[in-house]
């Protein structure tokens, strides 16, 4: 059983940067794939980006690719989302996953990943 726990999140004008933090319970790194997704309301659970368990791949969705960034602290539990030229459509609660299988290209479902934050907030204003 893993813990995570978002923070970062809050409201920043369009244009504006958010660092996102993803802390675990446990060290991830050779262990879980992580990612990073988003549910603004009324709409569905969609995702954001991830990064492999070994830190040597990454990927991201295409409503985000060249503003987004995902890396792993040099502490072993956590993930950081660093979010570039936001726009007032980012809004939406933020989650961090953990995913215990295997690293696949394309876009991941939420069902392979296994364990959820909370959340945290983001609202980008125009």
């Known amino acids: 059983q893993v813990q995570l726990v978002e923070s970062g999140g809050g409201l920043v004008q369009a244009g504006g940067s958010l660092r996102l933090s993803c802390t675990t319970s446990a060290r991830t790194d050779s262990t879980y794939n992580m990612g990073w997704f988003r549910q603004a309301p009324g709409k569905e659970r969609e995702f954001v980006a991830a990064i492999s368990r070994s830190g040597g791949s990454t990927k991201s969705a295409d409503f985000v690719k060249g503003r987004v960034a995902i890396s792993r602290g040099n502490a072993k539990n956590t993930v950081w989302l660093q979010m570039n030229s936001l726009k007032p459509e980012d809004t939406a609660v933020y989650y961090c996953?953990?995913?215990?299988?295997?690293?696949?290209?394309?876009?991941?479902?939420?069902?392979?990943?296994?364990?959820w934050g909370q959340g945290t907030q983001v609202t980008v204003s125009s």
């Open positions: 996953a953990a995913g215990g299988g295997p690293w696949v290209p394309g876009i991941p479902d939420i069902s392979e990943y296994d364990y």
